[in-house]
């Protein structure tokens, strides 16, 4: 067993230690918290979380006062973005063991090397029911050593790409008249995570149709049906609707994610809310302007153009599974790419490492979001969950059965049109939408083009289901097809939100 500990004399023993094998407390009297201190990785050794909550709603009511804040100035403030601390509830435990004998000039510091963990890590010491910041020039008396120092260590921020790999490692340095004895734990940031659907619902959060443009009636019909749904199935959690905003696209904006570490009574998890990295999209700074608050932080990747590549309907998690040798307890994400084009946010969600994105193909949808071809629900099977996809196959399949059976004159899509029309405009679609196809069965199966098209879109899907079964292990009978027909020929404007591409 080695540790990072070093004396001048035998009697003078530092010791410093954290919850190194993650059961939620720290042990100072056994040597459980012994056998991972110096080491890190995603199993193992201390964790801490970003304390980047808004306790009192504190930074959310400077944002909504006066002249609206730049982006940058928007996320950075946060419960941990001074040295006051806030929310002791996200700090880590830090304990030394206490040091008898001491001459009365004794003295120790605790430091954090390296200046770029310094600058993100924040160590408080607790005095009474005060817990005070802790610089690394601050000294301890021969009586606190004595009595053992109560510690807690929180971050300022998350992990980034290319900047802080959120590893720490604080020193206990204790003098004693000639004699030093040092001690050192490491930490590492616990990571931003996204939810998968294996998890039960806490809180349903949509817009509020509160848009003035033409498309709002669908929007308005469908939150008042939403909001019907929710009484008459007795859903207990609440509905949240965003109104700061005339964007109607709520799973677009942003994706609900958490960071978490051990507690002695269970996890204490942070939720934190991860903005689309879409710099130009307003509404998605709402979730720090309405959704962060206590127990609630949110982040941004900034950088990202308006495209729709970067939207949050392009991505989407697995529930956990292990297939051949690699485990994923969290779930893995799962990315859209368009050609050549990434996502700008999958960094950060790389630099967080234990999710891995996995990129699919969705360059061929106008849109291009991953949730509209691959969704996954639990289910009461081996793995736990389900895999659903589009399926335009089975759409055709579903129509020409229809057709055998005597039905070709059916119109083959029964919704009505909408009794308010569909304005010609409508989502920036020049020409419009056309409302719903009247045509039946019989003229959609002769339009060769559509047909033969969607052929085409089956493949790229078939292609995708493939790459899942290789890097899953899910199999034939857990993936379920939806049937499905695809347009085409919708294009998009630059700057529209969209890529520009006809489909």
Not at 90 to 97: I, K, N, R, S
Not at 308 to 337: D, Q, V
């Amino acid at each position: 067993m080695a540790f990072l500990c070093f004396s001048t004399a035998l009697g003078l023993q530092a010791d410093i230690r954290a919850d190194s094998n993650r059961d939620g407390k720290v042990d100072l009297d056994g040597s459980t918290d012994l056998v991972h201190k110096s080491t890190i990785s995603n199993d193992t050794g201390a964790i801490f979380l970003a304390n980047i909550g808004d306790i009192d709603c504190r930074c959310s009511k400077l944002a909504l006062q006066g002249q609206a804040p730049s982006n940058e100035e928007l996320a950075v403030c946060n419960d941990a973005s001074d040295n006051v601390q806030r929310s002791p509830r996200y700090m880590a435990p830090l304990l030394t063991v206490p040091i008898p004998d001491l001459s009365p000039s004794a003295y120790a510091t605790i430091t954090v090397s390296d200046a770029t963990a310094r600058r993100n890590v924040r160590i408080f010491r607790r005095e009474g029911s005060q817990w005070l910041f802790t610089p690394d020039d601050h000294t301890f008396n021969a009586t606190q050593l004595e009595g053992g120092l109560e510690l807690g260590i929180d971050s300022r921020d998350t992990r980034r790409p290319g900047g802080w790999d959120g590893r720490a490692t604080v020193h206990f340095i204790v003098h004693d008249q000639e004699d030093t004895s040092v001690d050192s734990v490491k930490l590492r940031i616990a990571l931003v995570l996204t939810h998968h659907h294996s998890e039960s619902v806490h809180e349903i959060l949509t817009t509020a149709g509160n848009n003035t443009d033409n498309g709002d009636f669908f929007l308005d019909r469908f939150v008042s049906a939403f909001e019907t749904a929710h009484v008459e199935m007795d859903v207990h959690a609440p509905l949240f609707k965003f109104n700061a905003s005339d964007d109607r696209w709520a799973q677009d904006f942003f994706e609900p994610g958490y960071t978490s570490m051990p507690g002695p009574d269970g996890p204490i998890t942070l939720r934190i809310m991860i903005r689309s990295a879409q710099d130009d999209r307003v509404a998605g700074r709402q979730v720090f302007e309405y959704l962060r608050g206590s127990g609630t932080g949110a982040v941004q990747h900034l950088g990202g153009p308006r495209d729709e590549i970067n939207s949050m309907g392009n991505l989407e998690t697995i529930p956990p599974y292990s297939f051949n040798g690699k485990e994923y307890p969290a779930g893995r994400i799962i990315l859209g790419s368009h050609g050549s084009q990434k996502l700008h946010i999958m960094e950060y969600l790389q630099a967080q490492e234990v999710q891995d994105p996995l990129l699919l193909d969705t360059d061929w949808l106008a849109i291009g979001h991953v949730d509209e071809i691959i969704q996954f629900l639990p289910a009461n099977n081996s793995l736990g969950w389900v895999m659903l996809f589009s399926d335009p196959e089975n759409g055709l399949g579903l129509l020409r059965r229809a057709q055998s059976a005597g039905h070709g004159g059916v119109r083959a899509f029964s919704r009505q049109n909408d009794t308010e029309g569909n304005p010609s405009d409508l989502f920036g679609i020049n020409g419009g939408l056309h409302g719903v196809p009247s045509y039946t069965i019989d003229d959609l199966l002769s339009q060769s083009n559509l047909v033969e098209a969607n052929a085409r879109f089956s493949k790229h899907i078939k292609a995708n289901i493939n790459l899942l079964k290789r890097e899953t292990g899910i199999t034939d009978a857990d993936i379920y097809s939806v049937p499905a027909v695809f347009r085409t020929g919708l294009t998009f404007p630059l700057n529209a939100g969209k890529a520009c591409k006809e489909r």
